[in-house]
Nanobody, 124 residues
Framework: QVQLVESGGGLVQAGGSLRLSCAAS????????MGWFRQAPGKEREFVAAISRSGGSTYYADSVKGRFTISRDNAKNTVYPQLNSLKPEDTAVYYC?????????????????WGQGTQVTVSS
């Protein structure tokens, strides 16, 4: 399985932006669908976005559509979610996920590999 390491989290004011990164190693990155989830305190981990192996298809949760953009660079084994127009309700630990076959993108059980998470805090 591929190993994943997130970076780029931090504290930002409402309306601001952050660019997260997820670096992969130990596997063939281009054979993995990549995704992002987030988990706020006291809440379940929820799907945020995903990108196909080639990067040609992207998928977003309704709550972030139009504000977040996911991209990948297969030459650098890295996936990048760009978080724009951030809101206090976006505050959470953001997790990178990878999987070879994802029947249901929004299900945490469908993904094979997970990063350790990076904290995003949006102040009002």
């Amino acid at each position: 399985q591929v190993q994943l390491v997130e970076s780029g989290g931090g504290l930002v004011q409402a309306g601001g932006s952050l660019r997260l990164s997820c670096a992969a190693s130990g596997g063939t990155f281009s054979s993995y669908t990549m995704g992002w989830f987030r988990q706020a305190p006291g809440k379940e981990r929820e799907f945020v976005a995903a990108i196909s192996r080639s990067g040609g298809s992207t998928y977003y949760a309704d709550s972030v559509k139009g504000r977040f953009t996911i991209s990948r660079d297969n030459a650098k084994n890295t996936v990048y979610p760009q978080l724009n127009s951030l809101k206090p309700e976006d505050t959470a630990v953001y997790y990178c996920a990878g999987g070879r076959t994802i029947p249901v993108l929004t299900s945490t059980r469908a993904w094979d590999s997970w990063g350790q998470g990076t904290q995003v805090t949006v102040s009002s």
